[in-house]
């Protein structure tokens, strides 16, 4: 495997369900990120881990639970969601610099969400 | 807060025309800006990073500009092909930080 995967690549769920999306960077970075991409909507940052440690919650609501076990891995944890989560979900993956600032970013293909 | 956006949000040309997407943005105190290029149902392919410190980036038939001070980017394609349809998308960095601030994109189709 290669660059950036994510699993499953289309999910349908109940709003009862409990799912996990997963998503796995082959390229040695130390920072990880989820996106949201809804219909007619910029690309909207989630969540970064920088160097495995959260440094940004962009106001997502708690039904959305991020975890980053190491810096190759990182989940999104879904529960009692809403059908206006449904969206593309994107992880990308890049190069923190200490100094702060970062390479390109690398994105995974994306789970395509629906909430029944 | 950093603000993108993107003109046009659609474009449709010929094969062979060359052409310009353009994208600004709200905040000038940018670490870098990137373009990438979505498929339908696709993730993000990445095409080029400018620094902050550069005015333009090339990749074979993509060139990219960074102009600061007007908080504008170009991205200029040259001899367009239909394998070239996609939407393309701009992004600056929040200041000086790793998050990315996207546009709405510009969807292109170059018919055959």
């Known amino acids: 495997e290669t660059g950036v995967t994510q699993t499953p690549r289309h999910l349908v769920m109940g709003m009862t369900n409990k799912k996990s999306l997963k998503c796995e960077q082959h390229?040695?970075?130390?920072?990880m990120y989820w996106y949201k991409q809804s219909a007619k909507k910029p690309l909207e940052l989630m969540f970064v881990?920088?160097?495995?440690?959260?440094?940004e919650n962009n106001s997502v609501p708690s039904r959305f639970s991020p975890e980053c076990p190491n810096s190759s891995h990182l989940f999104l944890h879904l529960h009692t969601l809403q059908p206006e989560d449904s969206a593309l979900y994107l992880c990308?993956?890049?190069?923190?610099?200490?100094?702060?600032?970062?390479?390109?970013?690398?994105f995974g293909p994306g789970t395509r969400l629906t909430v029944l | 807060k950093q603000e993108v956006t993107q003109i046009p949000a659609a474009l449709s040309v010929p094969e062979g025309e060359n052409l310009v997407l353009n994208c600004s943005f709200t905040d000038s105190a940018i670490y870098n800006l990137q373009w990438f290029r979505q498929d339908p149902g696709k993730g993000l392919t990445s095409l080029l990073l400018i620094q902050s410190s550069q005015r333009e980036q090339t990749s074979g038939r993509l060139n990219a500009s960074l102009d600061k001070s007007s908080g504008r980017s170009t991205l200029y394609i040259a001899a367009s092909q239909p394998g070239d349809s996609a939407t393309y998308l701009c992004a600056a960095t929040q200041g000086g930080s790793e998050k990315l601030v996207f546009g709405k994109g510009t969807k292109l189709t170059v018919n055959p």
């Open positions: 990308a993956s890049s190069q923190v610099n200490l100094a702060g600032g970062s390479d390109t970013q690398y």
């Open positions: 390229l040695g970075h130390n920072a």
């Open positions: 881990y920088n160097f495995k440690e959260q440094t």
